[in-house]
């Protein structure tokens, strides 16, 4: 999980400074997040899941699929 977030942040060439400004945190405490030194919150992984157009279950690595499932009504 910690990969991809990195990852994700890095395809879109972003810092950890920015990416924490959007989450409303500093950015040791991200870095935090991408070393794995601190669990991410699900409302952190919802928020990330959202900005980076992605699914929590790929953020989590249970489907390495990125796109999001889309539901049909």
């Known amino acids: 999980m910690y990969k991809r ?3 994700l942040r890095e395809d879109k060439d972003l810092n950890q400074s920015q990416v924490a400004k959007m ?3 500093s950015q040791t405490g991200y870095s935090k997040y991408e070393t794995g030194e601190n669990d991410i919150p699900t ?3 919802i928020k990330l899941a959202a900005f980076y157009g992605t699914s929590v279950d790929y953020l989590l690595g249970l489907t390495d699929e990125p ?3 889309k539901r049909k009504c």
């Open 67 to 69: 796109e999001p499932y």
């Open 23 to 25: 989450l409303n945190m």
């Open 5 to 7: 977030i990195r990852d």
């Open 43 to 45: 409302a952190i992984l």
